[in-house]
């Protein structure tokens, strides 16, 4: 599944039904009006398509994709690998756990833990040394997604960000950039704030054709641009070692569903492959997502902060797919990540996500053999201290021998 992804999506609409978006309806409109979802009387989606096997797409990070490797096939994986954070009542990590300390079920079934490490919080001799793979921290400046008022309040806020501590940060960052005119991202981490923040002075936001105001349509190239690049950045990242996290600084991706978008069995189908494939690709690249609004008190209160949330349990079945269950928000959550919003300090949310890299837990347990094309199997970990609670990727799909 591999490199699948939603190509386009063609709307057919009469003027008697009105258009259906939770992410195209006027950010001033009170959600007391009603007014979160564009009513389309037939919606179709075409043209999902599915690269050959050990193909890559083309660039779209700046000296990183590497053609001459193949995505890693574990579409049908033997082991499952879980990065785990841990927080407090208060969202703080909490490191120094044993592996005692977790419970892992697989369909409410119980799951051996095969291997444990903790990074971060050392308690034995072994962990006083760095992890052998580094988190790798990306910092994506969403240009597409983002009107330009508030691209040019994300850039200062990110400013802020690394020049605190005299520039000098406490994870190596990655600053990337995702406009319509292409998608970059810097070659090598640092934890050198200042040298990001020289890079980030020459960068420009790009010129944006795919604009809010286009409608519906528009909605349909960002969210189809949106998901080609992540599914590319995922094809990247499987070639390197060690834990991901792509920080997505982004209103969202427009959903595209809600009352009045019917789906035929062929589109369904379609979808379903793709929301499968994505789920794969991120398991694939250990890539855990999170999302910061940066709309922040602007649009505190709104419908669209918390529609995402309709979308967020598991996809296990053809009849149940929506396009709102590939939002960036959704995504976020459902790999372990943070869905953040309703604030307008995006350097301290940003410190938020990032302190999940000082504190963490890798498990591996066994995966479940597959009874069906695509079957799902959730994923719940727990910590047995009160309190506490344990952040993950809710689950993973499997494939039937062939």
């Given amino acids: 599944m591999a490199g699948l992804t939603l190509d386009s999506v063609q709307l057919s609409w009469r003027r008697e039904h009105l ?11 009170s959600y007391r009006a009603g007014v979160f979802i564009l009513c389309l009387s037939s919606f179709c989606l075409q043209g999902f398509s599915q690269q050959q096997p050990g193909s890559v797409p083309e660039t779209v990070q700046t000296g990183q994709v590497r053609p001459d490797l193949p995505p890693q096939n574990s579409s049908q994986p033997s082991h499952i690998l879980l990065d ?3 927080t407090d009542r208060s969202g703080n990590p909490i490191p120094g756990l044993a592996e005692k300390d977790f419970v892992v ?7 051996k833990i095969l291997s444990f490490r903790a990074v971060g919080g050392p308690t034995t001799t072994e962990q006083l040394q760095p992890p052998k793979t580094p988190v790798k921290i990306i910092l994506m400046v969403d240009e597409v997604n983002t009107s330009f008022d508030r691209v040019a309040y994300e850039r200062e806020q990110i400013k802020k960000f690394l020049s605190q501590n005299g520039g000098k940060l406490s994870q190596p960052l990655s600053l990337g950039f995702f406009s319509d005119n292409g998608t970059e991202i810097q070659n090598h981490p640092t934890q050198d704030g200042n040298a990001l923040l020289a890079a980030f002075d020459q960068h420009e936001s790009s010129l944006r054709t795919i604009r809010r105001s286009t409608g519906f349509y528009g909605a349909e190239e ?8 992540l599914s590319r950045l995922a094809a990247t990242e499987a070639q390197e070692p060690g834990r991901k996290m792509v920080i997505w600084i982004s209103p969202g991706w427009p959903l595209l569903s809600g009352p009045g978008v019917d789906l035929s069995n062929k589109q369904q189908q379609q979808l379903f492959s793709t929301i499968v494939s994505v789920s794969t690709e991120l398991r694939q690249a250990r890539i855990t997502m999170y999302s910061i609004d940066p709309l922040g008190l602007a649009d505190a209160g709104s419908v669209r902060l918390f529609y995402y949330k309709e979308f967020l349990k598991p996809v296990t079945a053809v009849r149940n797919v929506q396009v709102g ?10 790999t372990g990540g943070l869905a953040l919003n309703s604030s307008n300090d995006i350097s301290a949310q940003i410190a938020e996500c990032i302190a999940d890299a000082n504190a963490f837990y890798t498990l591996t347990i066994d995966a479940a053999p597959a009874d069906k094309p695509n079957d799902f199997h959730s994923i719940d970990v727990k910590v047995e201290t009160p309190g506490l609670t344990a952040r993950t990727r809710n689950g993973y799909y499997t494939q039937p021998p062939n």
Wanted: no cysteine; aromatic share 2%; hydrophobic share 45%.
């Fill in 19 to 29: 258009v259906v978006s939770v992410e195209e309806f006027d950010m001033n409109l």
């Fill in 84 to 86: 785990v954070v841990v």
């Fill in 105 to 111: 079920r697989s369909n409410g079934n119980l799951q």
């Fill in 222 to 229: 960002r969210l189809d641009l949106s998901l080609k690049t």
């Fill in 325 to 334: 269950s590939l939002g960036l928000q959704v995504l976020a959550t459902q």
